[in-house]
């Protein structure tokens, strides 16, 4: 089993070596900010990690920016350094899924589950090489969860340090992403659904204090600093939702699995072929399901059914509607596509081996073999873009510069002050 694991650790990085930058970054101006933060964090140490922040509703960014600054100690300031964290972040992910999906699903579930993740559509393949500490790197936050969880509440005699590791975990994911809320909410249902009561004693009171010490911080920088992180990309987080006539929940499934910057014909001949194939496979799976009159996967199975049902009830009612905030929904679609394809008997073998050639037929756009090992040389920071996240002030960009340019090669110190000069010019 393990070795699906090491097959998708080689199936991206083969990936990340072949592509150009183009293909390679999603988001490559913030991307490169977490690089640049891990940068700073090397060559001025004396620079707060919090003032490096890029927003103050999540600490994903900052998260990505440490890892990167240990990450280009032992493989240098570069592209490949950088995009290993969100590789290395899927695969602990996968990891968990695994071990989740062959406990309460069985091993032929979770081995498709695990060739579905490795062989996974584009838009996947592609954020799994995402550094930016966000809505899909709550994967591996929400797969953790998951695995720590049901380690608690399968054993009466769990132990208190698991239960007060469990609470810390979740607490600093929530401060890392607000997505990672709907985790929270359906984990809650299951357990109030599951207790029949709510939830009382010593592992209890651990989980709550655990959540209070990882989410501290998010804690002191807004209740200290006038409330900043209730606000989204300037609207209040409670303004965010409000009922809305249009099905987004179908347009963004139906859209989210060809590559973003791809040609629209392209696209959208991977976008149908992944939907076309997913809606067939999970409608036979829900009718076998009904006939067999219990959910596949168990508790686990229930879990990821919750989830789907909040997610489409936030992806709905959320004023911010972009197709890669179905991101983290993936694994719960894919666990279940797996146990689909698992009910069908002999059958599953060839639909899974027709996803999984579906997949690398579409995966294959996102190479570029004549670029190949651009992401050892090319740098995996910049100083044009990113003193923008932390300037908030034209005082804050004068500090920066002041700072850090004595320290910088002359190209960089040239480069850095062209950027601070921009982001002057444009408060």
């Known amino acids: 089993m393990r070795r699906w694991v090491l097959l998708f650790l080689v199936s991206r990085l083969a990936v990340m070596l072949l592509s150009d930058q183009s293909r390679l970054f999603l988001f490559v101006d913030e991307e490169l900010y977490r690089g640049t933060i891990g940068r700073l964090l090397d060559i001025a140490p004396h620079i707060s990690l919090f003032s490096l922040r890029t927003d103050d509703f999540n600490s994903g960014a900052m998260v990505f920016g440490w890892l990167a600054s240990r990450s280009f100690r032992v493989f240098g300031p570069t592209v490949f350094a950088l995009k290993l964290i969100p590789v290395l972040w899927f695969t602990a992910?996968?990891?968990?899924?695994?071990?989740?999906?062959?406990?309460?699903?069985?091993?032929?579930?979770?081995?498709?589950?695990?060739?579905?993740?490795?062989?996974?559509?584009?838009?996947?393949?592609?954020?799994?090489?995402?550094?930016?500490?966000?809505?899909?790197?709550?994967?591996?936050?929400?797969?953790?969860?998951?695995?720590?969880?049901?380690?608690?509440?399968?054993?009466?005699?769990?132990?208190?340090?698991?239960?007060?590791?469990?609470?810390?975990?979740?607490?600093?994911?929530?401060?890392?992403?607000?997505?990672?809320?709907?985790?929270?909410?359906?984990?809650?249902?299951?357990?109030?659904?599951?207790?029949?009561?709510?939830?009382?004693?010593?592992?209890?009171?651990?989980?709550?204090?655990?959540?209070?010490?990882?989410f501290w911080p998010w804690l002191a920088l807004n209740l200290l600093g006038g409330g900043q992180g209730w606000v989204v990309h300037g609207i209040p987080v409670w303004s965010l939702f409000r009922p809305r006539g249009q099905n987004f929940v179908f347009t963004l499934w139906a859209t989210s699995f060809g590559g973003e910057n791809w040609p629209a014909p392209l696209k959208r001949a991977a976008d149908a072929g992944f939907t076309l194939a997913y809606a067939a496979i999970l409608t036979c799976g829900l009718i076998a399901a009904r006939r067999r009159g219990r959910l596949p996967g168990g508790p686990l199975g229930l879990v990821a059914l919750l989830y789907l049902v909040l997610f489409a009830a936030a992806a709905q009612a959320c004023a911010l509607q972009e197709w890669r905030y179905f991101a983290p929904a993936y694994p719960f679609v894919l666990f279940f596509v797996a146990a689909s394809l698992d009910g069908f008997g002999r059958a599953g073998a060839p639909a899974a081996a027709a996803l999984t050639a579906l997949s690398i037929f579409f995966n294959s756009f996102l190479l570029s073999p004549s670029h190949s090992g651009e992401a050892l040389t090319s740098r995996g920071y910049t100083w044009r873009f990113p003193l923008g996240a932390v300037c908030f002030e034209a005082s804050s960009c004068a500090r920066y510069r002041d700072a850090v340019a004595p320290i910088l090669p002359p190209g960089e110190r040239r480069e850095l002050e062209e950027g601070v000069a921009e982001q002057l010019k444009a408060l």
């Open 93 to 214: 992910a996968l990891w968990f899924w695994q071990d989740l999906a062959e406990r309460f699903a069985g091993r032929r579930t979770a081995v498709i589950f695990s060739a579905l993740f490795v062989f996974s559509p584009p838009s996947f393949t592609a954020y799994s090489l995402t550094a930016m500490g966000f809505h899909s790197d709550t994967v591996a936050l929400t797969a953790a969860t998951l695995w720590l969880f049901f380690k608690q509440t399968r054993s009466e005699a769990a132990g208190l340090a698991r239960a007060a590791a469990l609470g810390s975990l979740a607490g600093f994911s929530l401060w890392f992403s607000y997505h990672y809320a709907l985790t929270l909410a359906a984990l809650a249902l299951y357990w109030l659904w599951r207790e029949r009561r709510m939830p009382s004693g010593r592992r209890t009171l651990l989980i709550a204090a655990g959540f209070l010490a990882g």
